[in-house]
């Protein structure tokens, strides 16, 4: 079996490297053969791109922190942005990615269950957070505030803090993200590598106890599904769970 020169032997037995002169695992014993070694190419080519990828997201997001008054505008174009630069990642490796866009063994109880369960969480996150807002802060937090004036606000709203976060932060984070680290590391480390860049991201220190459960929570799902969807519903639904409560607070649910 030739391997080209960007390419790693790994024992499959324990995921190791293995070298171009052993038989044998030096740390766990197995016998190489071409039965038993698998080749993982190019892991620089995999550590670049995710260094790329999240180095532009943190470029674009520390420039929207450094930005004092937002404008309905300027945060649609962020949205956009971020929407565009999910899509160019995810499709660099459109072959391999693409896999994850199917549903394989659709469960409809597994689905609802997953969505009754954000929701509740979502719930007790939007409780607890309001009460630490007053505890720590001694004022109530709205986003609500940036889009009421307009006459579609609670829409483009929940277009823009449910539903667009919901498919390409899962299509970057749980998709491309996901895809490359796989390449690099076992699915453990890149459950926790991509929950904690997933948290780090969204550069909000007082989010700590709920983003990265959840970001935990979505790898995880992503991992045992092989499929972004059950992610995409849950984390749609965290959201439009907090937009439908701000809305309802201010009187105009309905």
Known sequence: MELRDNELILCTNCQNELTDKSNFCKHCGQAKNHFEIISQPNKKQNLHQIAAFFGIELII????????????????????????????????????????????????????????????????VQFLVAHLNQLVFKEDSSFYLNYIFHPYGKYIMVVSIALSPALF????????????????????????????????????????????PLGLLLAYVRIKTKTIWYGVLMHFFFNLTACLLEIYTYGELF
């Open 169 to 212: 932060e899962e299509l970057a984070y749980r998709g491309f993200l996901m895809e490359r680290l796989l390449k690099v590391v076992d699915e453990k480390e890149a459950i926790y590598i991509t929950s904690i860049l997933f948290f780090f991201i969204h550069l909000s220190i007082f989010s700590f106890f709920w983003m990265l």
């Open 61 to 124: 997001c520390l420039s929207a922190l450094l930005i004092e008054n937002h404008s309905l505008t300027l945060t649609l174009f962020y949205d956009g942005l971020m929407a565009i630069i999910a899509i160019c990642f995810f499709s660099i490796n459109w072959k391999e990615n693409k896999l994850i866009l199917k549903w394989p063994n659709f469960s409809l109880k597994k689905t609802a269950g997953l969505v009754v369960a954000t929701i509740l969480a979502s719930l007790i």
